[in-house]
């Protein structure tokens, strides 16, 4: 089953945190890791997430450094700020509220199923 595209929208900011929270990367390379971890149930694209790393370092939320590669390829690659790693944490509170509230909320109503 594909995610739908608000859900898609409303996860990209946790999981782009929650990524860097392990260390730096690179775009394409928080894309892959994005489908591995999501069995490719969740595709994301170039020209949706350059824009919204963009906009997180607008807010201070990660920072990006360009570097050559092995390959002598200029590479940007994005790491956490102490800010962002702070919005990690009210993201993954808030996440986890909702996911209890929906819980309750399927095993309240009867013949709903996970």
């Not at 940007?76 to 909320?105: C, H, N, P, S």
Request: hydrophobic content about 40%; charged content about 30%; glycine content about 6%.
């Amino acid at each position: 089953m594909m995610i739908s595209k608000p859900l898609v929208a409303a996860s990209t900011k946790p999981l782009v945190l929650a990524i860097l929270n392990n260390g730096e990367s690179y775009g394409y390379e928080i894309i892959q890791r994005v489908r591995e971890i999501s069995g490719g149930r969740l595709e994301w694209s170039e020209p949706m997430l350059y824009p919204f790393l963009k906009r997180m370092e607008r807010e201070g939320l990660v920072q990006s450094t360009w570097r050559f590669t092995e390959t002598k390829r200029l590479r940007k690659y994005y790491r956490l700020t102490e800010k962002g790693l702070a919005e990690l944490e009210t993201e993954k509170a808030q996440w986890f509220l909702v996911d209890r509230i929906y819980r309750r909320m399927l095993a309240a109503a009867p013949g709903v199923r996970e």
